[in-house]
T-cell receptor, first 114, second 114 residues
Framework: GDSVTQMEGPVTLSEEAFLTINCTYT??????LFWYVQYPGEGLQLLLK?????DKGSNKGFEATYRKETTSFHLEKGSVQVSDSAVYFC?????????????FGTGTQLKVEL | GAGVSQSPSNKVTEKGKDVELRCDPI?????LYWYRQSLGQGLEFLIY????????KSGLPSDRFSAERTGGSVSTLTIQRTQQEDSAVYLC????????????FGNGTRLTVT
């Protein structure tokens, strides 16, 4: 079945450091890929998405590129801020469930310190 | 504007009791999801409603779990004869059209079975 594997956290960085959170997936066909973020005390919200191979999703300085050859969708940001501290979830929607069932990873907690 | 509302925010119940969890989606959203998040685990898909179509119940872990969505709006997740392994955060999400549009999550109901 479909699955998503993320790097374990927590990831602790200093402000302005470069961020990478790894995500790899297993799915039949060509799924859509997503990153969701959960800020402290808030519900999960969509950060960015990519729907086909080589697409790059971007939002709020974050980027992720859909790599079919490595089945990856790593999240990157060039310079993190304290306000980026949150839990980040990688997800996919594949053929299972007609493309409407999101399969999530376990989440990666990011802590950014001054 | 109003987001996805879940109630109660916390529920403590004794093993063997039945519980009902409620979700009020964003008005106009035709798709509604229930997920479960256990400590250290990712989000586990439970059930998906889309308009008047038959729900996708493929994620319900046992026949003790059921859900309904009345009038295409409010949804109730019912767990009968609760067990300690049911303890988790139950998340509801809604979207305009399924996974192709962003899922908007509520803050969840934290269920503790003693």
């Amino acid at each position: 079945g479909d699955s998503v594997t993320q790097m374990e956290g927590p990831v602790t960085l200093s402000e302005e450091a470069f961020l990478t959170i790894n995500c790899t997936y297993t799915a039949t066909g060509y799924p859509s890929l997503f990153w969701y973020v959960q800020y402290p005390g808030e519900g999960l919200q969509l950060l960015l998405k990519a729907t086909k191979a080589d697409d790059k999703g971007s939002n709020k300085g974050f980027e992720a590129t859909y790599r079919k050859e490595t089945t990856s969708f790593h999240l990157e940001k060039g310079s993190v801020q304290v306000s980026d501290s949150a839990v980040y979830f990688c997800a996919l929607s594949g053929l299972t469930g007609g493309g409407n069932k999101l399969t999530f990873g376990t989440g990666t907690q990011l802590k950014v310190e001054l | 504007g109003a987001g996805v509302s879940q109630s109660p925010s916390n529920k403590v119940t004794e093993k063997g009791k039945d519980v009902e969890l409620r979700c009020d989606p964003i008005s106009g959203h035709t798709a509604l999801y229930w997920y479960r998040q256990s400590l250290g685990q990712g989000l586990e898909f439970l059930i998906y409603f889309q308009g008047n179509s038959a729900p996708d119940k493929s994620g319900l872990p046992s026949d003790r779990f059921s859900a309904e969505r009345t009038g295409g709006s409010v949804s109730t997740l019912t767990i009968q004869r609760t067990q300690q392994e049911d303890s988790a955060v139950y998340l509801c999400a809604s979207s305009l059209q399924g996974a192709g549009s962003p899922l908007h999550f509520g803050n969840g109901t934290r269920l503790t079975v003693t």
